[in-house]
């Protein structure tokens, strides 16, 4: 994995937790913070470059993983797109491609499914390729939107779906691999939300689409997930690792 860097999002303030000293990633699951789990998998898969973009609480992050990884530093919380474009300058100049995580949720992801976006992103030569996931409850979640021949339409967030849109199990919870050669022509392009004023990286993939650029979706179907973004959450996400181990 020479070529592919790793970039974890943990710069959110993560206000849902109620902690005013730590970043929420390292909340631990299993007696290990989350974050932990997370470069651990990367070390796995052989990914020598890893950046953890901080924020908030920076130092709590920085202490449980020491130089273990690089760091950017995201002062003003501009969104997820805003966030990598701190992490793309620290990037080697022999890097192609780099795999972006979320820094709360992607403690349960198992070698396999990441091994299989990493496979698929480079025989198909994609520009982007995402992982979907089934889940029971999609509230809040971006929805999947397909055709009848099952190609990838586009991704509609929870607030701009339909009814109908509404019903759809498959989500994206925000796993990409993409070149960084896609990333420096379209990055810079996103624009700034009008409702948060964040740039969020979601839009990537309707640019992708838009411009005809090579897309790829793989399907995780339920795998075991769980965006942490409560108390309560971190316990579903607690119940759902020891039962993988």
């Not at 965006?227 to 971190?234: A, C, D, F, I, S």
């Amino acid at each position: 994995m020479k070529n592919i860097a790793a970039i974890i999002l943990a710069a959110g303030k993560g206000s849902r937790m109620k902690a005013l000293a730590h970043n929420k990633v390292v909340f631990k699951l299993a007696n290990k913070q989350m974050v932990v789990h997370t470069v651990d998998l990367l070390d796995k898969l052989k990914i020598k470059q890893k950046i953890v973009v901080v924020g908030f609480a920076k130092e709590s992050v920085i202490k449980v993983l020491g130089n273990r990884v690089a760091y950017a530093v995201q002062q003003k919380r501009l969104g997820t797109a805003h966030a990598v474009i701190r992490a793309l300058g620290k990037i080697t100049k022999a890097i192609t491609d780099v795999l972006i995580l979320q820094g709360d949720d992607s403690a349960l992801y198992k070698e396999q499914i990441i091994k299989k976006i990493i496979d698929l992103h480079l025989l198909s030569k994609a520009d982007l390729t995402f992982l979907t996931i089934d889940v029971d409850n999609p509230l809040g979640l971006g929805r999947i939107i397909r055709d009848k021949n099952g190609k990838l339409i586009s991704v509609v967030e929870e607030k701009d779906a339909t009814d109908k849109e509404k019903q759809i199990k498959e989500i994206n919870p925000a796993c990409y691999l993409i070149s960084v050669e896609f990333l420096e022509k379209y990055l810079k392009k996103i624009k700034k939300s009008p409702v948060t004023g964040e740039y969020y990286l979601t839009s990537l993939i309707d640019m992708a689409i838009k411009n005809n650029e090579k897309i790829e979706t793989v399907k995780g179907g339920k795998i075991l997930w769980r965006g942490v973004n409560t108390p309560e959450e971190l316990k579903e996400a607690e119940k759902l690792f020891l039962n993988i181990k």
